[in-house]
């Protein structure tokens, strides 16, 4: 069964940084699309960045320069490295995986999901 984990969300002050992590399980890393997706209240479930199973990756406009995904395939192991924060961040992020090569533009194509970590920057 693929499984995905999050942690690392907290609280912090504009201007910080967190790491959010997603322990994957279940299949082989590296093989699917692995994507960060964030929801704040009252808004749709936002893509934040994805790694292709080519190891390409994908931003959004919005935190470009800002964030940074990777991951690490031994520890199976998703990253998301969030500088800079800002009040607007603040959201319940999502790993999720299409279980696919390719790193779909819709929520509604990512097959398997954490149940999210939140994250709040105050100003």
């Known amino acids: 069964e693929v499984q995905l984990a999050e942690s690392g969300g907290q609280s912090v002050q504009s201007g910080g940084s967190l790491r959010l992590s997603c322990k994957a399980s279940?299949?082989?890393?590296?093989?699917?699309?692995l994507g960060w997706w964030r929801q704040a209240p009252g808004k749709e479930r936002e893509g934040v960045a994805a790694?292709?199973?080519?190891?390409?990756?994908t931003y959004a406009n919005s935190i470009k320069g800002r964030f940074t995904i990777s991951q690490d395939n031994v520890e199976s192991t998703l990253y998301l490295q969030m500088n800079d924060l800002r009040p607007e961040d603040t959201a319940t992020y999502f790993c999720?995986?299409?279980?696919?090569?390719?790193?779909?533009?819709?929520?509604?194509?990512?097959?398997?999901w954490g149940q999210g970590t939140q994250v709040t920057v105050s100003s």
């Open positions: 999720a995986t299409s279980l696919t090569a390719g790193c779909p533009q819709v929520a509604v194509a990512y097959k398997i």
């Open positions: 279940g299949y082989t890393f590296g093989s699917f699309c």
């Open positions: 790694i292709y199973s080519d190891g390409r990756k």
